[in-house]
Nanobody
Framework: RVVLVESGGGSVQAGGSLRLSCTSS?????????MGWIHQAPGKEREGVAA???????YYGASVKGRFTVSRDNAKNTVYLQMNNLKPEDTGMYFC?????????????????????????WGQGTQVTVSS
C-alpha cells in the first residue's frame, strides 16, 4: 500500500505562489508509479491538475497550464507542484495521487488528469486558499 503525505499548502493573495510537496512510502518502487495532483474546490467536483511519469512526461489541466509546474525527484520519492500566479478559483484541497504505470507512460499521465478518479492511491490532501 502506498502512503502519500502532502505538505506546502497555505493562504496567499491572488498572484502569489506556493509549492506543494508529496512524499511517498510503501508500495512498489517509486519509479513504477505515475504521480499527480487533484484539486477539489468547495462544493465542486474533483478536477485533475497535473501528472508526471518517472521519465518526466507531464500533462496539465487546461485551467493551470502555463501557471503550474509538476516535477518529481525519484531519489527522494517526492513529487512537487509549483503554483504561480494563483487565482481565487485555485482555492480548495489538493490531493496527491499515485497510479501504477510504466517508466514512460504518457497515456496514464494524461488519464490521471482527464479522469481524476483513475488513480488508486490518494493522500489526505492539503488546503490552498487564494484571496482576491
Amino acid at each position: 500500500r502506498v502512503v502519500l503525505v502532502e505538505s506546502g499548502g497555505g493562504s496567499v493573495q491572488a498572484g502569489g505562489s506556493l509549492r506543494l510537496s508529496c512524499t511517498s512510502s510503501g508500495g512498489n518502487s517509486y519509479s513504477e508509479y505515475c504521480m499527480g495532483w487533484i484539486h477539489q474546490a468547495p462544493g465542486k467536483e474533483r478536477e485533475g491538475v497535473a501528472a508526471v511519469d518517472s521519465a518526466g512526461s507531464t500533462y496539465y489541466g487546461a485551467s493551470v497550464k502555463g501557471r503550474f509546474t509538476v516535477s518529481r525527484d525519484n531519489a527522494k520519492n517526492t513529487v512537487y507542484l509549483q503554483m504561480n500566479n494563483l487565482k481565487p478559483e485555485d482555492t480548495g484541497m489538493y490531493f496527491c495521487v499515485a497510479e501504477s504505470c510504466n517508466l514512460s507512460d504518457y497515456d496514464v499521465v494524461r488519464a490521471m488528469v482527464v479522469n481524476p478518479h483513475v488513480a488508486a492511491n490518494w493522500g489526505q490532501g492539503t488546503q490552498v486558499t487564494v484571496s482576491s
